[in-house]
């Protein structure tokens, strides 16, 4: 069964500095893997899809990559800014069933002015 | 813009109501699910549908039951509410890849807040 863990599960970072969220996932058999991001008490808000034959996706100040080999993906975050306060998730699809998908736990991000 | 949803922000039920959520997507999309959350957990799956009528299982099915009679229209049905089920629930809907359309990308709703006192 697909483990996904995402560390630290809270990170405080000054406005400005760039930052790495990390996740990691057991079984490399993946169809693709998402990024998402959750504000306090909403849903989640697809940020980036990595397909599993890809090496990173990229949308703004956002940079995510994904080694399958070593069951990792990283969300870059450039330049942070407090409106990045927020929840973010991975989450993993199962190469065989791709609506069969696992999440990590979260990484809570809060940026400080 | 894809907009999944959900009824109801917040509900507060008692212990062995029947209850419903209720979600809808207007995007046509054939897949649909539901989720709870619970802190340190993550997101785990109750039901999902991959089209009218059609349902399976998911992780934690157990005290829950869904019914798909539309495809804009997933609902997640507690027969008789625990305390074990308050949680946030949350809805989401993604394409099959038909016609073309961005695959497995799922799209969530603002989550439902319930409380079983």
């Known amino acids: 069964k697909q483990e996904v863990t995402q560390i630290p599960a809270a990170l405080s970072v000054p406005e400005g500095e760039n930052l790495v969220l990390n996740c990691s996932f057991t079984?490399?058999?993946?169809?693709?893997l998402q990024w998402f991001r959750q504000d306090p008490g909403k849903g989640l808000t697809s940020l980036l899809l990595?397909?599993?034959?890809?090496r990173e996706q990229t949308s703004g100040r956002l940079n995510a990559s994904l080694d399958k080999s070593s069951g990792r993906s990283t969300l870059y975050i450039a330049a942070s800014q407090p409106g990045d306060s927020a929840t973010y998730l991975c989450?993993?699809?199962?190469?065989?069933?791709?609506?069969?998908?696992?999440f990590g736990a979260g990484t809570r991000l809060t940026v400080k002015p | 813009d894809v907009k999944v949803t959900q009824s109801s922000r917040y509900l507060v039920k008692r212990t062995g109501e029947k209850v419903f959520l209720e979600c809808v997507q207007d995007?046509?999309?054939?897949?649909m699910f539901w989720y709870r959350q619970d802190p340190g957990l993550g997101l785990r799956l109750i039901y999902f549908?991959?089209?009218?009528?059609?349902?399976e299982k998911g992780d934690i099915p157990e005290g829950y039951s869904v019914s798909r009679e539309k495809k804009e229209r997933f609902s997640l049905i507690l027969e008789s509410a625990s305390t074990n089920q308050t949680s946030m629930y949350l809805c989401?809907?993604?394409?099959?890849?038909?016609?073309?359309?961005?695959?497995?990308?799922?799209?969530f709703g603002a989550g439902t807040r319930l409380s079983v006192l």
């Open positions: 989401a809907s993604s394409s099959s890849g038909r016609w073309n359309r961005a695959k497995n990308i799922q799209y």
């Open positions: 079984d490399s058999a993946i169809y693709n």
């Open positions: 990595i397909q599993s034959s890809q």
């Open positions: 989450a993993v699809a199962n190469f065989y069933n791709n609506n069969d998908m696992r």
């Open positions: 995007m046509d999309h054939e897949n």
């Open positions: 549908s991959y089209d009218v009528k059609m349902k």
